[in-house]
């Protein structure tokens, strides 16, 4: 296959992962404006980070006031689930040229990640990174212009539906496939206690940090305790 | 620190863990049990966003009474649960809260 027609089937296998993307796009233009971000640092945002969980936690946090501080290493604490995927991905990628490299990274979101992960286990063309390039590509697209089209939309949407509450609905979205596991319910109520009566308590609004790492220590002992008990 | 750095920071953070993925991370670096641990990440942060938007007013206290959020997310998590559908997860919650505020 020619570079391109790997980059359209990157394109094309991508597609149907898009659609809870617009939604998503179209939410956090909104709320970005809600929250006091200009249009153009909206914009931006969505061009510099390109991460639906970063920008949305990122505004999140800013609207409940957290320091610049607590912000940053809360986005960082969002992307560590990201380095599992390094132990997969790194292996498919390790002959590719740095500069490559460089460039396939402003690209590797979730979906993109993982609809080319299958193109790459099998195929081991030379020119099979187009497949990542055209999926992530799609996802750019797609994210720049449902964040622009909620930028817009924002001004016509009323308070009153209280549209702010699509943040945690997409959240817990993202969860759909954990509920059915006991140690991931745990997990997630554990968290969810510690954020919620922490929130006026936890200094510098660190609540989201604190309930992650207690959630993480909570999922090492049960995963212990399941182990030894096999 | 001004908005444009604060982007700017994140965009970064968010970049180089994206990076360091392809570029520095190689797979005999995690053994399983860290691979394990990784791997509830998105159960332990993201409930973090999840439960104070919901179960907090505006001011920060926890309300239970005439909290349509509190029903709606509920909703929303039995669909999920079924449909196993990122969207029929959002609608869902939004239809009932919507339902919940304009109708009931």
Same mark, same amino acid.
């Given at each position: 296959?020619?570079?391109?027609?790997?980059?359209?089937?990157?394109?094309?296998?991508?597609?149907?992962?898009?659609?809870?993307?617009?939604?998503?796009?179209?939410?956090?233009?909104?709320?970005?404006?809600?929250?006091?971000?200009?249009?153009?640092? #909206?914009?931006?945002?969505?061009?510099?980070?390109?991460?639906?969980?970063?920008? *949305?936690?990122?505004?999140?946090?800013?609207?409940?006031? !957290?320091?610049?501080?607590?912000?940053?290493?809360? =986005?960082? !604490?969002?992307?560590?689930?990201?380095?599992?995927?390094?132990?997969? =991905?790194?292996?498919?990628?390790?002959?590719?040229?740095?500069?490559?490299? *460089?460039?396939?990274?402003?690209?590797?979101?979730? $979906?993109?990640? !993982?609809?080319?992960?299958?193109?790459?286990?099998?195929?081991?063309? $030379?020119?099979?990174?187009?497949?990542?390039?055209?999926?992530?590509?799609?996802?750019? =697209?797609?994210?720049?212009?449902? #964040?622009?089209?909620?930028?817009?939309?924002?001004?016509?949407?009323?308070?009153?539906?209280?549209?702010?509450?699509?943040?945690?609905?997409?959240?817990?979205?993202?969860?759909?496939?954990?509920?059915?596991?006991?140690?991931?319910?745990?997990?997630?109520?554990?968290?969810?206690?510690?954020?919620?009566?922490?929130?006026?308590?936890?200094?510098?609004? !660190?609540?989201?940090?604190?309930?992650?790492?207690?959630?993480?220590?909570?999922?090492?002992?049960?995963?212990?305790?399941?182990? #030894?008990?096999? | 620190?001004?908005?444009?750095?604060?982007?700017?920071?994140?965009?970064?953070?968010?970049?180089?863990?994206? %990076?360091?993925?392809?570029?520095?991370?190689?797979?005999?670096? %995690?053994?399983?049990?860290?691979?394990?641990?990784?791997?509830?990440?998105?159960?332990?942060?993201?409930?973090?966003?999840?439960?104070?938007?919901?179960?907090?007013?505006?001011?920060?206290?926890?309300?239970?009474?005439?909290?349509?959020?509190?029903?709606?997310?509920?909703?929303?998590?039995?669909?999920?649960? %079924?449909?196993?559908?990122?969207?029929?997860?959002?609608?869902?919650?939004?239809?009932?809260?919507?339902?919940?505020? %304009?109708?009931?």
């Amino acid at each position: 296959m020619t570079n391109f027609k790997v980059f359209l089937k990157g394109i094309i296998d991508v597609s149907p992962l898009m659609i809870p993307v617009v939604p998503f796009g179209l939410i956090f233009g909104v709320l970005a404006i809600d929250v006091g971000f200009s249009p153009l640092e #909206t914009i931006g945002m969505s061009l510099i980070v390109f991460g639906g969980a970063s920008q *949305i936690v990122l505004l999140q946090l800013f609207s409940g006031g !957290a320091s610049s501080l607590v912000i940053i290493s809360s =986005v960082g !604490a969002v992307n560590s689930r990201h380095l599992l995927y390094g132990a997969v =991905v790194s292996e498919h990628l390790s002959d590719l040229k740095l500069i490559w490299k *460089i460039i396939i990274s402003y690209f590797l979101i979730d $979906q993109a990640y !993982a609809i080319s992960n299958e193109y790459l286990k099998k195929n081991k063309d $030379q020119n099979r990174y187009f497949h990542l390039v055209g999926a992530g590509a799609t996802c750019w =697209v797609i994210w720049q212009s449902t #964040t622009f089209l909620g930028i817009i939309l924002g001004a016509a949407i009323p308070e009153k539906l209280g549209l702010s509450f699509a943040v945690p609905l997409t959240f817990l979205a993202l969860l759909v496939n954990d509920f059915r596991k006991f140690i991931n319910v745990i997990v997630i109520v554990v968290s969810g206690l510690v954020a919620t009566l922490g929130y006026n308590y936890i200094p510098f609004k !660190a609540y989201a940090i604190v309930a992650g790492l207690t959630g993480l220590l909570v999922a090492m002992i049960f995963t212990k305790m399941v182990k #030894t008990n096999e | 620190m001004s908005n444009w750095a604060l982007i700017i920071y994140c965009g970064l953070i968010t970049y180089l863990t994206r %990076f360091s993925m392809i570029a520095l991370i190689k797979k005999e670096m %995690f053994n399983d049990r860290i691979r394990q641990v990784l791997s509830y990440v998105p159960s332990a942060i993201f409930p973090a966003i999840i439960f104070p938007a919901i179960f907090l007013d505006n001011s920060g206290l926890i309300l239970f009474k005439d909290n349509p959020k509190i029903i709606a997310a509920i909703i929303a998590t039995i669909i999920g649960i %079924f449909s196993r559908s990122i969207i029929a997860t959002i609608f869902s919650g939004l239809a009932s809260y919507w339902f919940t505020i %304009f109708v009931v």
